[in-house]
Nanobody, 119 residues
Framework: QVQLVESGGGLVQAGGSLRLSCAAS????????MGWYRQAPGKQRELVAT???????NYADSVKGRFTISRDNAKNTVYLQMNSLKPDDTTVYYC?????????????WGQGTQVTDSS
């Protein structure tokens, strides 16, 4: 069974930094893309950043220049380095993985990791 486990969330002050990690397991085939999303209470889940297995990246305008997504394909792990954090960045972050089994694309979500304003 495919599983995604996020880690790295915690308390952070405005202007601080955190690094989130997401490790995928149980995937026999190759991963097409992985990404980070976030969702505040009462709001829709929004894209933060994505990265393909080939290294192509995409960022939300609100995080460009502050966040960096990277991956280790051999370990099926994706990272999100978050710098210059703002109050609006403090919410739950979810990891997503898109992979292909034969010719069928599938998507799996992690359970989320909480980024909380310490002030």
């Amino acid at each position: 069974q495919v599983q995604l486990v996020e880690s790295g969330g915690g308390l952070v002050q405005a202007g601080g930094s955190l690094r989130l990690s997401c490790a995928a397991s149980g995937i026999a085939s190759g991963i097409n893309a992985m990404g980070w999303y976030r969702q505040a209470p009462g709001k829709q889940r929004e894209l933060v950043a994505t990265i393909t297995s080939g290294g192509s990246t995409n960022y939300a305008d609100s995080v460009k220049g502050r966040f960096t997504i990277s991956r280790d394909n051999a370990k099926n792990t994706v990272y999100l380095q978050m710098n210059s954090l703002k109050p609006d960045d403090t919410t739950v972050y979810y990891c997503s993985c898109i992979y292909t089994v034969v010719v069928i694309k599938k998507e799996t979500w992690g359970q989320g990791t909480q980024v909380t304003d310490s002030s």
